[in-house]
């Protein structure tokens, strides 16, 4: 099977679901040519990273091959206000696929299964006379904004909801929300680990070895979802606990300085992937300090699954698909996040460890792609007859 994804990250950028999901459909035979990030001149005025990276990319050829089975295809600087107009993000879409065709003919995929990422992409269904049209929805995208964006996004993943053939959620919440505007029933695909990396090793990372004890450690993407305030009264109420956080931050998103002026915090930048399960070996206590807001009511933490599979102990707030794991994690209010690991790290043994380890075998990237490829065949199947 050949398969266009088009995607709302670069291949190298935060390494989520959409590079998993491809990586387990490639090793299964099936060609991918992978569409990385689409950017207009407002994203690279905002992210001084991003435009370093994607200025880079555009010296070199659009198209590159990441394997056997995976090619990459970094867009053109996309028309500006897709999230502002539905006539902007037409145009912008029409260019788009202009730019993937001639690229398609080039790798003889003449009709491949469209897999959908960004909520904008209804004008590019029937653009690649696509054997099947799908959206797999990662995140309540308009969960945040206000007025004339939000209005126009939610028109934007309306449309795109009601006219793709297959829709896959990674939460009920928006599994329930979404159930209304689709064709097929909503399968549920939650997130997932990869949990052989995970659990490919025992060893502490040096750049934790070297820290006090204990440590606290919150992996992932550090933006507007993180609870610095409750992160900053951790760190200040307990001095001797060590806070560990390692991975991106979205400059412009979120405010870190009063809590990286602490003693007890310490900030290991954005690592390799390779060296994640080195790093949360070093751990203590693992958690997800999220605050609680229209985006991260629907999120599918892919670090829960990730900290699961490493079997230390988790501490979350109330998220909604964090109960679905409620036997393995402590959820706790914010107000009691200090009482609940200060109780964690008096009690848990290696027993606790091994049964969470084991539990994250249920939770694998495999897993999901089989149940996503199953239901793709089916529908095809379906479209045939």
């Known amino acids: ?21 491809m990586n387990q459909l490639a090793a299964k035979g099936n ?52 999230y502002y107009s539905l006539q902007l993000n037409r145009i912008g879409q029409t260019r788009l696929a202009g730019f993937i065709r001639p690229v398609l003919r080039s790798l003889d995929m003449s009709r491949p299964l469209l897999w959908l990422y960004p909520p904008h992409s209804a004008p590019l269904l029937g653009s690649f006379h696509e054997t099947l049209s799908l959206y797999h929805c990662i995140d ?8 004339l964006k939000k209005k126009v996004m939610e ?15 990674h939460s009920e919440g928006l599994q329930k929300r979404y159930a209304a505007y689709t064709k097929q029933p909503i399968t549920l695909v939650p997130s997932a680990a990869d949990v052989a990396h995970f659990q490919s090793t025992s060893r502490v990372h040096p ?56 003693p007890n915090v310490h900030y290991l930048g954005l690592r390799p992937f390779d060296e994640l399960p080195s790093l ?73 460890q091994q049964l969470r380890r084991q539990a994250a075998q249920k939770h694998t990237w495999e897993i999901r792609a089989n149940l996503m490829l199953d239901r793709v065949v089916k529908q095809l199947a379906e479209i045939e007859q």
């Open 280 to 352: 949360l070996n070093g751990m203590d206590i693992l958690l997800i300090p999220y605050v609680l807001d229209g985006l991260t009511k629907y999120i599918s933490p892919i670090k829960l699954y990730e900290y699961l599979a490493i079997g230390k102990p988790i501490v979350s707030v109330p998220l909604s698909e964090v109960y679905q794991l409620a036997e393995y994690v402590e959820i706790a209010a914010p107000q009691e996040f200090l009482n609940t690991i200060q109780h964690l790290l008096a009690r848990d043994n290696s027993p606790a």
């Open 31 to 82: 060609r991918i040519l992978f569409i990385e990030r689409q950017v207009s001149i407002e994203h690279l005025l905002r992210d001084p990273l991003l435009r370093k990276r994607k200025m880079a990319a555009w010296k070199h050829s659009s198209l590159r091959q990441l394997s056997n089975n995976i090619w990459l295809l970094n867009p053109r600087l996309m028309v500006p206000g897709r």
């Open 1 to 21: 099977m050949d398969i266009l994804c088009i995607s709302t990250t670069d291949w190298d950028e935060i390494w989520g679901s959409r590079q998993q999901i």
């Open 140 to 147: 309540r995208f308009t969960g945040l904004q206000t007025g």
């Open 207 to 262: 750049d934790i070895a070297i820290l006090p004890t204990p440590r606290l450690g919150v992996m992932g993407t550090l933006d507007g979802r993180i609870d610095v305030e409750l992160l900053v009264s951790l760190a200040k109420q307990r001095p001797d606990w060590h806070l560990v956080l390692v991975g991106q931050v979205r400059q412009g998103r979120i405010d870190l300085n009063l809590l990286f002026d602490l």
């Open 155 to 169: 028109s934007q993943e309306h449309q795109l909801l009601q006219n793709v053939d297959l829709v896959f959620t």
